[in-house]
């Protein structure tokens, strides 16, 4: 494929949606931003999905749009799939006949959380939910595809915008006395500006080689450094917020620490969220900051 100098267009599912907010700032310099919400890129409708790739012929797809409520998911079955699995598929086919670039968002829950240590690309998966079944079978229909393709596996996601566990921590310091959160379970809150900063990076050394065809496609672990409990992140949330004069109603030193068995689920959770991203960093020259980073200056944002 020859080199094309003129600047891409990138399709944007979910614009929206965490990961999907952030991409329109950090993709913006890079080429003509195509970002589409439900209203306009309904995953769940087939036939529509395929016109509006067709229509817009992008040179890059992003894909953060998913089906993630993860407790509803094991009761629609059938939509999760749809969203999560075929829909993935579908991009990927689009994305083979046009010749473009794909990039597609996965999660620690395709494994079954039971390693000791981070998870590797070529570890095995073990779905324990709808939710991970369904994205497993997403990446599936992708890698069948002969796509160009990254997909970017990822964890403990909060942003800005939307909601996530940093914000309903907030908010129940707020409002409650005391506060009993999981500590046997372990992950890196990874925010959706550096997920989104480093998919930018990654379509920008894309569309700028000389030999587009020998871009390292596959599949990435891509989540802030260092490692976290529950128990430990909502701790630090509230401390952080009371030293920049947030009045909370908990104390953030005696938030009491519970098993995941004391707080069941429709959905298990994997207790061992931890990705290994030495493939990523290495094969992109990307620096991945500590999550502490990352979620003080989210706090930052959203603080009063």
């Not at 073990?126 to 890698?143: C, D, R, W």
Request: hydrophobic share 40%.
């Amino acid at each position: 494929m020859q080199h094309n100098p003129t600047v891409p267009t990138i399709l944007v599912t979910g614009s929206k949606g965490q990961v999907g907010f952030e991409l329109r700032r950090s993709l913006a310099p890079l080429g003509n931003v195509v970002a589409l919400d439900r209203a306009c890129c309904d995953l769940s409708r087939l036939d529509e999905l395929r016109r509006v790739v067709r229509d817009y012929r992008p040179d890059v797809i992003i894909n953060p749009a998913a089906y993630t409520a993860v407790d509803k998911a094991e009761a629609e079955v059938d939509l999760a799939f749809t969203i999560n699995g075929t829909a993935a598929g579908l991009l990927a086919e689009e994305a083979k006949v046009l010749g473009s670039l794909l990039v597609h968002y996965s999660t620690d829950y395709v494994f079954d959380g039971t390693k000791d240590r981070p998870y590797l690309e070529t570890d095995p998966v073990n779905p324990q939910s709808v939710y991970g079944k369904s994205k497993l079978a997403g990446e599936q229909a992708i890698t069948v595809s002969g796509a160009q393709a990254l997909i970017l596996r990822t964890c403990w996601v909060a942003g800005a915008h939307g909601g996530n566990f940093a914000k309903t921590i907030l908010r129940l310091g707020k409002e409650r006395d005391s506060l009993r959160v999981i500590a046997d379970q372990f992950g890196a809150p990874t925010t959706a500006s550096l997920i989104a900063d480093v998919t930018a990076q990654i379509v920008a050394r894309h569309w700028l080689s000389a030999d587009r065809d020998a871009f390292k496609s596959g599949i990435y672990h891509l989540a802030a450094a260092g490692e976290t409990t529950w128990h430990a992140y909502a701790t630090e949330v509230l401390r952080y917020a009371k030293a920049h004069g947030v009045e909370l109603k908990a104390d953030p030193e005696r938030i009491e620490a519970i098993p995941a068995t004391a707080y069941p689920l429709p959905a298990p959770r994997p207790a061992n969220s931890r990705l290994d991203t030495a493939r990523v960093r290495e094969a992109f020259g990307i620096h991945l900051p500590d999550w502490k980073q990352g979620i003080h200056f989210l706090l930052d944002q959203i603080l009063p």
